[in-house]
Structures are given as C-alpha cells and as structure tokens.
C-alpha cells in the first residue's frame, strides 16, 4: 500500500522565497573601456565615444555618461545621463573652451541595480584655429664678395597644439631652408648662399603655413647684404666709462630734443598712425636742430594723444608676434642710422592701462623679443617712461635685470618728474632725469649737479626742461652739459654733442662749486662759457 507524500503548504513558501536569494547576482558589471576621437578636435559644440562592458550573470540594463574639464574629477559639464543599451554617444550643443581637455566617463547597471566603476576617456583637448608661432633671430644677413656664405641662422616653428602640420617656402633662390615641411615643435636652419651675388641689398621672404592655423601664413623677411669690402661706415655702438658715453672709442655726449618735434612727437615714430611724410618731418626736425639722438617707443597705448605703438599682431600686449611690422621697424632703424642718428627704444609708455596690467612673464617675453630683433644695432635701451607710475621699485629691478642681463647695449631708466630712487639700482647703467619746467638756467645747473651726486658713478642724460625751440632751452641745456651730463633729450644748441665730446676727459665733470667750470685755461664763470658757446656756435639768433 502506497502512501501519498505530503508536503505542507508552509514549507513550499520558504522554499520558493529562498531561490531568488540564492540566484541573485551581486557582482558589478566589468568597468568601461572608454575611447574618443583622438588627442584633438577642432568642434567647440560636440564630443564623441564608444565604450565597451559586460556582465555574464544578470546583463546590463543601462548605460549612463558624464563629461568632465581639466581631468576626470575637474569640473562636470554634462551631469550623468542615461542612453539605455547604445554604446555610443555624440552629445551636441556644448561649449567647449579652445585649449581644454575633456574627458566622458560611464558606467554600466546591470538588471540587480548593480553600477560598475566608471571608465575614462584618456581626454580630448580642443583645438580651434590654432595659432602658428615662429621665433626667429633677425633674419639679416651680410657677406663679402668672394667670401664663404654668411653664418645660419635658425627659425622656431610652434603651436599652440604640437603636431600640428605645416609647410615652408622661400621667395628668392639665395635663401635656403634645412625643411620645407614638418610638424610642430620643429627648428628650421635657414641659411644665405651670397656667392655670386651682386654687390647690393637682397631681399626675400620666407612664408610658413598650415591649413588649420588662425594666422596662416607667418611670413618673416631676410635681407642679404653683400659689399665690396670697402671701409665700414656704420654707425658704432654706444658704451659707458665712468660718467660719459663712448663710441668708437672717443667720447660720445648725447643730445635730441623730443617734445619739440612737429605734433607727432618721435616717441611714437614707430605708430601706424604715423605716414612716411610725418616721420620725414621728424627725422628733418632732428637733423635742423643738429641732434644726434631719436627717442622711439616700441610699445605704448594712451601716451600722445592715444598714437598706439605695438609689436603684437592684435591688441597693445599679448598674444602672437607681428613679425612683419617688427621688421619694417627695423628697417626704420637702420635707416634712421645710416642718416646718423641713434634710437634710443623705450620699451614701456605710460598712460597705458593694458601695460599696467600685463604680467611679468608677458613682460619678459616682449622684452626679450625686442632684445632679439634690435640689440645687434646701436641702440640703447630705457625700460619706460615714468616707470615708478605704475611699478613698485621690485617689479621694476625684475625686468631691469632682465633687460639688462640679455641685452648688450647700454640700458637706461626713466622715473617721474623730480624723482630717483631707482636710478641707483644695479641694472641701471645710464639714468634719464626728468627736471620739470620751472626754474631758469642755473636752476639746471644747480640740479644737474646735485642729481649726478645722486645717482653716482653713472651717465646722467638731462631732460624735461623746456617745451619749444627757445633761448633758454639752449641755454639750459648747455648748463646740464656743463653740470657734467652726459647727454640732454630737451634742446641745445646744435653740434653740442661735438664741442663737449672735445673737450678731455678730466675737464667733463670736473667743477668747482655752483657757479664755476674746470677748463683748460682754468676755472670760469658757467655764464661765461655758455655765452662764450652761443658765441662760437651755429645758437639761436
């Protein structure tokens, strides 16, 4: 006899309720392989990836992204959203910045509500319109005929965005390029082949592309100068012994007269502002005068009725080089020389906001690129105008320094009216001073000597006396002069600068008291000389 086997019904329902627990998946899916489009894109509104997972125990429901800047716990730009199974997405409508990297993350649900470890892309940076930028000594060069070509010289080709591709080509068949093609960061020897040339100036242009680039083409000019080996007629760079300048070995005194230029005053002879005619009335003005000596910004924004001056390709500072406007000035300088006439480059105007407030490392990028294109002339240097305006004494012997340790011409400094605190520092080599209008003649005197006592064993240039083309600005400036400056930059009488570069070097600054002068015949009356000089030279009527 068979007996049924029953089971109570109590016992079928913890059975049952005890299988999902025993079947349950608790594991997580794997965690993503996210890939996206690249090292680079050129979109600023869409990103884009794929990403792979799997879960062989329950499935993958779900998949959800994010997208993060600067890195995969930088700042989230696209908070997590939900695709269902697709493992792919293209999220339009962003507003990616040019420059920064982003990175998507994602991660899997599978069907117990389990989430993976989220996956990273290895970041995407974007690049739109990036910017080609080319550094480059001063592509002059001069040979001999007969002689070997000249030394190279080398071009920096960069990006804002490495690999980027680009192409380069020359304009005349003496010059020559190590590459033609490449991708950033690359160097280019270019070289000059002058035999066979001509006596003469050769000109050409290199001119460096890429598809992409915001500022494509960068060309940059070369000259090639080929003489006959004749005597040099250049014009010699300034040095400093003691408290007088030199050049070419004999004594050097400095003079020009900038505030009685025509309206467009020398200072911003450099303006786009300016037509060829306006700088031709200043180069007449200094030359009538009898001046030996141009003041010349190379950067200002407010300064002279607003006459911008400015090596850069937009805006007063920052930004890319405009190679060709720096070679044009250039030009203008050697011009300026071979008629006689030495620049002396303020790097810095005042009344300029955006000056005031450029970092230093845009500072010292500018100095630098000034330095390169202009140094190897006969130039002098004087950091700015009135720099004590907008710089504490600190910022002012950083970038002195600077200046003063890259450049090999002699380098200056300018401060407000009656002050010089800074002209003692050590990058300092020569000071300009700024004595205001007021005060006659001996007034000049009496102050040229006690600011020379000031500043110490150093050339002082006399400046900011008087306005026109006046009496008492000769005069004046005759009494700096003979107070032992080295040089004036408001007015005297013409061919100054040959009667005190005569004069030996123990009667310049040698003096006694206030009122009398060290000469060969003995000690005389300041007054006495001043009119002694008016008398003998090409003065005022």
Known sequence: MKFPIVIPMFAVAILLLSLPALAKDKT??????????????????????TWTSSDPESGIVKFRYQIREGSTSGPIIV?????GLATEITHLGLSLRNGKTYYIGVKAINSEGNTSDVGYSDGITVTVNPALEVSHSPLDFSSTVGESKPASKSLSIKSSVNGLAWRATSSAPWLSLSSTSGTTPSNVVVNANSPGLAVGTHLGMINISAQTAQNSPVSI?????????????NMKPVTIQGKRFYSDGKPYFLS????????????????????????????????????????????????YEGKSVSPYQSGIIGGVFNDTKIQSWRNMLI???DQGIRPILW??????????????????????????????????????????????KFQADDLGT?????????????????????????????????????????????????????????????AEYEHGIIVPSFQKGLAAAFAGSAGVGNGAPGSLDEFMASLPDNMVPSRFGNNLYLTGSGMVAVADLI???????????
């Open 28 to 49: 997580p899916p794997t965690k993503l392989e996210v890939i996206d489009d690249g090292a680079y894109t050129s979109s600023s509104i869409k990103l884009h990836a």
């Open 79 to 83: 908070g997590w959203k939900s695709v």
């Open 221 to 233: 000019p070369a000259n090639l100068i080929v003489t006959d080996g004749g005597a040099d007629g």
């Open 256 to 303: 020009t007269h900038f505030l009685m230029m025509n309206p467009n005053s020398s200072h911003v002879y450099f303006s786009d502002s300016l037509s060829d005619t306006d700088r031709e009335e200043i180069v007449n003005d200094i030359k009538s005068g009898g001046y030996n000596s141009i003041f010349l910004y190379t950067l200002n924004q407010g300064d």
């Open 335 to 337: 011009d300026l020389i």
């Open 347 to 392: 790097l810095v105007a005042d009344e300029s906001g955006a000056i005031r407030s450029a970092s230093t490392v845009e500072l010292k990028r500018y100095i630098q690129k000034m330095v390169q294109s202009f140094d190897d002339l006969p130039v002098m240097w004087v950091l700015g105008l009135e720099i004590d305006e907008y710089w504490s």
């Open 402 to 462: 600077y200046l003063q340790s890259i450049a090999n011409n002699p380098v200056g400094i300018h401060q407000l009216r009656g002050q010089t605190s800074m002209m003692t520092s050590a990058w300092v080599e020569f000071a300009v001073y700024q004595e205001g209008f007021k005060g006659d003649w001996t007034t000049i005197y009496s102050s040229a000597l006690e600011k020379q006592t000031a500043i110490g064993n150093k050339p002082l240039l006399f």
């Open 531 to 541: 009119n002694l000089t008016f008398s003998i030279q090409d003065g005022p009527p």
